[in-house]
């Protein structure tokens, strides 16, 4: 079998070969292409969050302007969902760099294009494109890292991921707040660093070799397919999604329901919160074993975190409230993408990183309009996030016997 060693397959059902890599010249510079490559959604999703006010403003005769406007903010998001699984086919068909090279200079093209674009319709066009953009990006990206790393090392870089994003999001909410100052438009330039990304990108993004899914599990009975193994990964992401996407979308309203109208302390309380999440993705980087065994007390520190966050009645509790959950988000999602990505072979790694990154972006999109419907249910913005606390704590129980749950792989090493 190509990429494997000729050394004889135990008879086992299941056999595991886990090879360390050589490092490869350049290692460090396509590391940072990769880690650049993942933020560019996020710079669709947060850079134009300042500028809203000003486009509410300039579209308030347009028919239905005050519920279409928001959408130029989250309609990335939705069609990067919708567009993931099939980007995933086309990146195991075609190889991974080319449609890379080619969304990201699509990025910088549909990205700019409000820079010259009047009407709502156009811009919101002109989003939904970039959305299928990014959906090629990431899972070029995400699939990328698992084609060329392994093990502890591919775990590390996969939390490093997260850790870009979220450090990207708090920078590219500040720099779009200040280049929005003074003309709406001028945070729309920004989107023009894919041209600059795309080249380097071409030339330094090497083909994975033969030997990239050296700690693929070799099959000599009968394994489920990809597609079975991943369902339950996916249906859960979709909830880790609207978990993760809580804070950074109604801290502010949160803090307005506190009395808290200072943009100010708003963006010092959300800084805070990224920064947790960075903390707890740097800590999960650091740890050993399945990540998956871990996701029982994830998601019980988040449920946590959102109580408190709902018997908050200052700004104190709200703050350790909100930090608290944020170190159980920053556990989260690379802990939900490693389990996904060791589900997966080299030759459906795109496909299946398409269908993950899909429900996680999904269940983005659908946090808002959750929060909405428990809201109608309870009365109040703050009881809607304490029922998903207690939605939270119910899927952690449900989650308890993978702490005791042994792979066939590791009754092999037993």
């Keep these: 079998m190509p990429g494997y060693s000729s050394s004889p397959v135990p008879t086992d059902d299941f056999a595991v070969r886990r090879t360390e890599r050589v490092p490869e010249p350049g290692g460090s510079l396509r590391l940072t292409l990769l ?55 086309l990146i195991d068909r075609l190889g991974r760099r080319s449609p890379l090279v080619v969304a990201t200079v699509l990025y910088a093209l549909f990205g700019t294009a409000p820079l010259w674009l009047h009407s709502l319709a156009a811009i919101m066009a002109s989003r939904a494109l970039l959305g299928v953009t990014e959906a090629f990006i990431m899972t070029s990206c995400t699939t990328l890292i698992g084609d060329y790393y392994v093990g502890r090392a591919r775990d590390r870089y996969l939390a490093l991921q997260t850790v870009c994003a979220t450090i990207s999001a708090t920078a590219f909410f500040i720099l779009g707040g200040a280049m929005g100052t003074s003309d709406w438009r001028a945070a729309f330039q920004l989107y023009a660093v894919g041209l600059l990304l795309a080249p380097a990108m071409a030339a330094f993004l090497s083909k ?48 307005n329901g506190l009395g808290i109208q200072s943009s100010a302390l708003i963006g010092m309380v ?24 871990r996701l029982a007390a994830i998601f019980a520190l988040c449920a946590a975190g959102f109580v408190l966050i709902s018997m908050a009645h200052n700004v104190a509790i709200l703050l350790f409230g909100t930090f608290l959950n944020c170190i159980g988000t920053g556990f989260l999602l690379p802990t939900l993408l490693t389990w996904a990505m060791s589900k997966l072979e080299y030759r459906n790694r795109g496909r299946g990183t398409g269908l993950w990154a899909a429900s996680f972006f999904l269940g983005q999109f659908l946090c808002p ?17 304490g029922a998903l606390g207690l939605a939270s704590a119910l899927v952690a129980a449900g989650l308890l016997p993978l702490l005791r749950k042994t792979s066939p792989q590791e009754t092999l090493q037993t």
């Design 35 to 89: 880690m650049s490559g993942s933020c560019l959604p996020v710079l669709g999703a947060v850079l134009l969050a300042p500028v809203l006010p000003k486009l509410q403003e300039l579209f308030s005769t347009v028919p239905h302007g005050d519920a279409l406007v928001p959408l130029i903010l989250t309609i990335p998001a939705l069609t990067l969902a919708l567009i993931a699984p099939f980007a995933g086919v």
């Design 208 to 255: 994975p070799g033969p030997g990239a899914p050296v700690d693929e599990v070799l099959t000599v009975g009968h394994r489920p397919s990809s597609a079975g193994r991943l369902a339950g990964i996916c249906l859960l992401s979709v909830f880790g999604g609207i978990v993760f996407y809580v804070v950074p979308a109604e801290t502010a309203y949160l803090m």
């Design 270 to 293: 959300t800084a805070i919160a990224s920064t947790a999440t960075v903390i707890g993705s740097v800590i999960f980087a650091s740890m050993i074993g399945r990540p998956e065994r």
């Design 369 to 385: 309009l959750a929060l909405l419907a428990l809201k109608s249910v309870t009365g109040h913005l703050t009881t809607a996030v």
